[in-house]
């Protein structure tokens, strides 16, 4: 309970968690359900409930039960689907009389990329020259494993609608992770890598989830290393039409073209991710001010830029920011002071709101921000070192310490969120 007191100190009116698939279905659609499990999710929901915050609820964030791995590979296998499916009715059918938001997979393409291309993170599957790993292949099997990623995904939005959501009066969605893709230079060959680069991350998930089929700058490139969805499958995919898109964005990067130009190797330049270099600058300029945290690069602008791209290529979805925040990386000179200190993440969250408020102008139609984080947590494998928290935990005794961000935050709820639900009243 002392978590969601911190959510009522902030202002803030609904609460982003997912459901562990281990916790409720240890050994999958065959082997029991945990009840324990069930159990604590509705006392997480009730509390939430009770205090006046809703829920929003991710089916799945990267972790799935080891027996799966173990008997089919995991999502390279069909199999992937009907257990899936199985975990989504499960949670509909237990939890949807509260859950009003919905969302089945969280950043499928992330998650994909770091699994079966790089191979950084389990099942830690990839080839040369993407990564080193053991076993896999990097320019299949991230193919094969998003397209039973989003047939798992279309089939769960289908059970919903068709068996819960009249009845529930819920929505549901999908959550995809966005970077602003910004061309090296204003030429032709440079604007239609970037454009590639939009296509083998975010597009790849989000394209067939709206429209039934992948971009066809993957189609043109890849070939048949690519799945093609059979009729039957894309007729799930335009019956299964979710309510909104969630997207979690933190970062820019430059895009300089490899498919007809001479480029060096690095992320992004390889078939299948596009034959995209991604850089985080040119020379002596820098896509925004870059950080301790090597991957995220302070563009607010890009944010606006993806924003009014999404608006353009999806219209009329709606859009709900699912994650969006700063992440500060510890080093062991780093004291306490400096990290209940973030000036740093204020200005960032001031920034990419104001980006935010700038694309609502421009037309975009976003429902919801979700801060990313509210506590510091475990983040994969940078485990404690980086902490994008409001508050700061010590991880000894677990003491929840508001930053100076979180006091900012407040107020920015206070003055924008709360006055503009008074005018509304």
């Known amino acids: 309970m002392e978590d969601v007191d911190l959510m009522i100190s902030l202002g803030v009116k609904s609460y982003r968690f997912s459901i562990s698939w281990s916790r409720v279905l240890p050994r999958g659609r065959f082997g029991g359900i945990n009840y324990s499990g069930i159990k604590y999710y509705n006392i997480v929901i009730d509390a939430l409930i009770s205090r006046g915050i809703k829920p929003f609820v991710t089916l799945s964030h990267m972790d799935y039960p080891q027996a799966f791995e173990n008997r089919f590979q995991g999502w390279l296998s069909p199999e992937m689907q009907k257990e899936f499916v199985y975990l989504a009715d499960l949670c509909f059918k237990h939890f949807g009389n509260r859950v009003k938001y919905w969302t089945t997979i969280n950043e499928p393409n992330q998650q994909l990329i770091l699994s079966y291309k790089t191979g950084i993170f389990p099942p830690a599957r990839c080839s040369s020259p993407y990564g ?21 995904h279309a089939k769960s939005v289908n059970i919903y609608q068709t068996k819960y959501q009249k009845e529930q009066n819920g929505s549901i969605g999908i959550v995809v992770q966005t970077s602003w893709f910004e061309p090296v230079s204003d030429s032709t060959v440079d604007k239609a890598a970037a454009e590639r680069a939009q296509s083998f991350y ?8 709206m429209y039934g089929a992948y971009p066809k700058e993957m189609v ?24 909104f898109m969630g997207i979690n964005h933190y970062t820019s990067y430059f ?13 992004g330049a390889f078939k299948a991710e596009g034959f995209a270099l991604k850089l985080d600058r040119i020379g002596n300029v820098t896509i925004g001010e870059l950080t301790d945290v ?20 999806y219209p009329e979805m709606p859009i709900f920011i699912t994650e969006n925040g700063f992440g500060d990386l510890q080093k062991p000179e780093t004291t306490v002071k400096e990290l209940l200190h973030d000036t740093k993440r204020i200005q ?48 000894t005794t677990l003491k929840r310490t508001p930053k100076q961000s979180a006091s900012w935050y407040k107020r920015f709820i206070d003055e924008h969120v709360n006055a503009r639900d008074l005018m509304d009243n």
């Open 348 to 395: 960032y969250m001031s920034g990419y709101l104001e980006a935010l408020q700038a694309a609502m102008r421009d037309g975009v139609d976003v429902k919801g921000y979700f801060a990313w984080s509210l506590l510091d947590n475990f983040e994969w494998l940078d485990g404690y070192k980086v902490r994008f928290g409001l508050f700061h935990v010590d991880h």
């Open 255 to 267: 895009i300089r073209d490899c498919l007809v130009s001479a480029c060096n190797t690095g992320s």
């Open 294 to 313: 090597k991957w995220q690069h302070i563009d607010p602008e890009g944010f606006r830029k993806m924003l009014d791209y999404l608006k353009n290529r």
């Open 220 to 243: 043109n490139i890849l070939g048949p290393a690519l799945p093609r969805f059979l009729t039957n499958e894309v007729n799930i995919l335009k019956n299964s039409k979710v309510d």
């Open 202 to 209: 975010s597009n790849w998930i989000l394209d067939p989830i």
């Open 132 to 152: 080193n790993c053991s076993q896999g292949n990097s320019e299949t099997e991230p193919f094969i494993a998003a397209h039973n990623m989003i047939l798992a």
